[in-house]
């Protein structure tokens, strides 16, 4: 949860009403929120030193505990205006977008695409700071960074006086040694070359967590006016030129990203929370963005989105009786204008400042808080339940002890791994049917999910070469597999895996250890030259043609009730090369699926 210290009496003046301290704590949980501390700006920095701060603030600051998802609430401004709108001294406000006489243009070129795509932009007019009002502004610019924002990974916003800049702007992204301006926070009065900016700034505390998301790019992005004036290098600082004072009046918000979806939000969140600042307030200017495709979408979109709700249903998920009158005074309290359409639905208007707004039990839990969550009655569940362990889970746990107790070691590996350990390591074609790819990988060993437990076995024994000889891995665990027919498109399937490393292959060993768990399972083996019937009762081998295996004669399939269930055998020489591993490896995987309905073990 984000914590955020707002000034008691800045938050009672505009709460138009003083509380104490339990006053106040009681109006926070009634709200959905915490009073997490009550302190001072010298406690804190008496605390933080250990020694007495001698000109620090005495001033009451209250540390209140914000949901993660309620990015609304990041400020005094958010946190004031949905107390009062909670207490029922002001309606939920309507944004409005301004049409001036001419929109600003922001242009993104076709070079963004591989740092940072996406840009969104805003314009606040007639804006009247105080001090107060300009630290506030700037705070929540570092909370939604750290927040919403992922350390600006996601989004980076850049603020700007619009009247030292001459629009249209260009979002480009630049060669480093072209980009040429004075930054912010700069500590000589001359103008920096990006990459040796790049470089004095991995010495600076506080920016130095940034460098690396530009690090090793070849182009760096850069917004400039139309006069070639840096406005900004997102998502490392903004230019000294543009930089907002107490004196702006007119602020141009840009927003650069690699999420599109993050970046309204973010905007929306910052033109909605200053634009009460605004000569005519809560409006705002929209800017049209003109994309590297040619297409223009203007932002932001202030509109409210509609859900209706079902009051019974809303009801008996919350476990309250109220009509549905008094629903929509509720959700309306909560910052979610509503109105009666009939006896069992509301309208609910979801303002571009609820994000965190995404299924109807969101607003269920908004109906709930309202409401109050003690005067909710406690009632008795009207059915006696118990729960009980999955099959599945409760067979993986039994056969986990089964397989410890022949003298393996159980191994815990990645549910993602490189594309490359799941198919051309093994030696396996990857026909783009198999495995669930990971859309946006955070790095070349997390680009699927896995398809096998083999490839996680062996690469336990890279990192365990130099253990004592021989060396006994399994892992009981799931795989996922693409399925066209399933909802999601995918499914899981639970796997046994096991591998022995040693001076030799090991395969007696290795279907000693099958024969032995198809006993514990309660299947018999029977001949391959058996009848129809008898093989669908039991399970027998064959020839195995698998590719990560030693050939036919030493590799063998599973089949099982008539099916192929998995393979054992000897792994092939070129996979262990490919891995770097310099002895043989025997090693068995069969898929659980079968056996969970009626598995009993001994």
Not at 566 to 593: K, M, Q, S, W
Request: glycine share 6%; with cysteine; hydrophobic share 40%.
């Amino acid at each position: 949860m984000p914590t955020v210290g707002v000034k008691a009496e800045s938050l009672f003046k505009r709460l138009e009403q003083r509380y104490t301290e339990d006053e106040f704590q009681t109006l926070c949980f009634d709200f959905g929120i915490e009073l997490d501390d009550v302190t001072s700006e010298k406690e804190m920095l008496e605390r933080m030193s250990g020694k007495e701060a001698q000109n620090a603030s005495e001033e009451v600051i209250y540390k209140l505990d914000i949901p993660a998802n309620r990015y609304d609430l990041l400020c005094l401004e958010g946190i004031s205006r949905a107390l009062r709108i909670f207490l029922g001294k002001d309606a939920s406000p309507t944004y409005t977008l301004a049409e001036p006489a001419q929109r600003q243009k922001l242009v993104i070129q076709p070079e963004t695409k591989a740092v940072r795509p996406f840009a969104v932009a805003a314009v606040l007019r007639g804006v009247t700071f105080d001090q107060e009002a300009y630290d506030s502004f700037i705070d929540l610019q570092e909370k939604l960074h750290t927040n919403i924002c992922r350390k600006r990974t996601l989004v980076a916003i850049g603020t700007h006086d619009l009247d030292t800049i001459v629009g249209p702007f260009v979002y480009g992204a630049e060669k480093p040694a072209d980009i040429t301006f004075r930054p912010l926070r700069a500590s000589e009065d001359r103008e920096w070359r990006a990459d040796a900016l790049m470089k004095d700034y991995e010495k600076d505390l506080q920016l130095r967590q940034y460098v690396p998301i530009l690090k090793d790019a070849q182009r760096y992005p850069v917004i400039r006016d139309s006069k070639g004036v840096v406005l900004s290098m997102p998502p490392i600082i903004n230019g000294n030129h543009s930089k907002i004072t107490l004196g702006t009046k007119n602020i141009f918000i840009e927003c650069t990203a690699t999420d599109l979806t993050k970046a309204k939000v973010v905007l929306n969140t910052m033109v909605c929370m200053f634009s009460e600042y605004c000569e005519t307030p809560f409006t705002i200017e929209p800017v049209d963005v003109v994309n590297a495709d040619g297409s223009t979408v203007s932002y932001p979109d202030l509109s409210s989105r509609v859900e209706i709700v079902d009051t019974e249903l809303l009801c008996r998920r919350v476990g309250i009786q109220c009509w549905a009158p008094k629903l929509a005074e509720l959700l309306t309290r909560m910052h979610l204008p509503s109105e009666v359409l009939d006896v069992n639905s509301l309208k609910v208007l979801i303002p571009p400042t609820r994000s965190d707004i995404i299924h109807a039990c969101d607003i269920w839990e908004d109906a709930a808080i309202g409401y109050g969550y003690n005067n909710i009655k406690r009632v008795d569940p009207s059915v006696a339940t118990y729960g009980i362990q999955q099959p599945v889970n409760q067979l993986s746990d039994s056969l986990r002890v089964v397989v410890a107790e022949a003298g393996y070691s159980e191994a815990l590996t990645f549910a993602l791994c490189a594309r490359e350990d799941a198919f051309e390591f093994l030696r396996r074609k990857d026909d783009g049917k198999t495995a669930a790819r990971i859309l946006n990988p955070v790095n070349e060993e997390f680009q699927i999910v896995r398809v096998n437990l083999l490839s996680g076995l062996l690469k336990t024994i890279v990192e365990n070469k130099s253990m004592p000889l021989p060396i006994k891995v399994f892992e009981i665990s799931d795989v996922v597999l693409l399925d066209p027919a399933s909802e999601t498109g995918a499914m899981n399937s639970r796997r046994v895996s096991a591998l022995i490393y040693a001076k030799s292959p090991c395969f007696e060993e290795i279907q000693g250890l099958l024969d032995y768990l198809m006993k514990q399972l309660g299947v018999s083996r029977v001949a391959r030259t058996a009848d129809a019937a008898a093989k669908k009762k039991g399970y027998y081998v064959v020839e195995s043609s698998d590719p990560a295996f030693f050939g036919e004669l030493g590799a063998a399939d599973v089949i099982c009730y008539g099916k192929r269930i998995g393979v054992f055998g000897v792994i092939h020489p070129e996979v262990l090369r490919n891995y770097g591993i310099p002895f043989p490896c025997g090693a068995l995987e069969f898929d659980l699926g079968p056996f969970i309905p009626e598995a009993e073990l001994s």
